[in-house]
């Protein structure tokens, strides 16, 4: 994981609770999938977690997070694919067509 917002996200998504995730849960999936190398910041994780919910990327209800609705909406529009825009391209002019050299064929005359 990236970071800890990151993480939190993921945690929520994977979790796909409608009444939202406790934050034992929240914190046993970010441990799990975090690298080896990376210590765990409780301070850190808690902080972000408080910022998220006065943001209004979380909604807590009771002792369960889960993202809030504007959050979502935001997150599934930078998703979609945005439609190209059409180039108008400047009318080139076009060029006349050369005329073909005309076919002469042999016809013969009787004299």
Request: proline letters at 6%.
């Amino acid at each position: 994981m990236v970071s800890y917002k990151e993480g939190i996200i993921k945690a929520l998504d994977e979790h796909k609770d409608r009444t939202g995730s406790s934050l034992p849960a929240i914190k046993k999936y970010m441990q799990a999938n975090m690298p080896k190398d990376k210590k765990w910041a409780n301070g850190m994780f808690l902080n972000i977690l408080k910022s998220m919910v006065t943001s209004g990327d979380l909604v807590q209800i009771k002792g369960s997070y889960k993202l809030s609705p504007d959050y979502k909406k935001k997150r599934d529009d930078a998703l979609k694919p945005k439609k190209p825009k059409k180039k108008v391209a400047a009318a080139a002019p076009k060029k006349k067509a050369e005329a073909a050299p005309k076919k002469v064929g042999i016809s013969m005359h009787l004299v």
